[in-house]
């Protein structure tokens, strides 16, 4: 209203100039009331090994599929809403990552899907497309190379893509055919408990972790941190995480220890120095 030249209906009381400042007093004593922020903690590679030995050997088709989507989703540092189906009819925003949206690859050539087991497993890397996401970022395309190391990015797209290969381009990737012969999807809940299993598994609770603070958001996390305590330049963490500022820096988690680790050995140096100002 005051930008159309009408009188603000908040100053009618002369009182109610003297209450601006006992407002924002209270705004901001309430926002100082505010416990502090619980992000998912951080989940080292160790623990994504440990369920890819565990749950990847399963004869279970769930647990291997859920075993192959947490390796993906570390190396790619990807949102579970990217390769799960959101039961949350509000978010439709966000495409999971389908059959079509995965190009497997093998000394520059492109791979046919529908290939026997023995000849797509020797790709040597994988492009994933994302068609849409939460940032609303459309079409980006992420690229990974072998490791070949038992964890494996490329291994294990090719573990995921090969069980659909026959079914339609737009099946999602987290599909598996179940024991019955049923046509499933892996669910955000149970990628969920696959990673809480998986740091009891790997001894986190030992080491620091709160398992209530452990979830399928733990593996964006995770694979950020590692790639910043592997020596991995900032625009390189950005890239392939998506992200257009800084708000990474916020999985780049302060309590990992290895991030100070000769931090103090620095600081101990003796130097002198001289104030210009």
């Known amino acids: 209203m005051v930008t159309r030249g009408f009188a603000d209906p908040r100053r009618t009381d002369p009182a109610q100039h003297r209450l601006d400042k006992d407002i924002s007093d209270y705004i901001q004593l309430c926002s100082k009331a505010d416990p502090a922020p619980r992000p998912q903690q951080a989940l080292p590679s160790t623990t994504v090994l440990w369920i890819a030995h565990y749950f990847g050997a399963s004869p279970n088709p769930r647990l291997r599929t859920v075993a192959n989507l947490v390796v993906v989703a570390f190396f790619f540092l990807l949102r579970v809403g990217e390769y799960t189906r959101s039961t949350d009819k509000r978010a439709k925003q966000t495409i999971p990552i389908r059959r079509q949206d995965v190009k497997l690859w093998r000394a520059g050539k492109l791979l046919d899907h529908r290939l026997p087991f023995e000849e797509l497993i020797k790709a040597d890397a994988v492009t994933f497309r994302l068609e849409n996401q939460k940032n609303g970022f459309k079409g980006a395309i992420l690229h990974h190379y072998a490791s070949h190391r038992a964890l494996c990015p490329v291994r294990s797209a090719v573990l995921l893509v090969h069980p659909i290969a026959h079914l339609a381009r737009d099946t999602g990737l987290g599909t598996y055919i179940s024991a019955d012969g049923a046509l499933r999807r892996v669910t955000a809940a149970e990628v969920r408990a696959c990673v809480q299993q998986g740091a009891v598994g790997d001894g986190l609770p030992a080491r620091g972790y709160d398992l209530d ?26 890239k392939l995480g998506r992200w257009s500022s800084n708000t990474y820096l916020r999985y780049i988690q302060t309590q990992i220890g290895e991030l100070t680790k000769g931090l103090a050995t620095k600081m101990s140096r003796l130097l002198r120095f001289h104030i210009v100002s």
Do not use: Q, Y
Request: glycine content about 16%; some cysteine; charged content about 20%.
């Open 213 to 238: 603070r452990i979830g399928s958001h733990s593996l964006r996390s995770g694979g950020a941190t590692h790639l910043k305590l592997c020596g991995c330049d900032e625009l390189t963490i950005m």
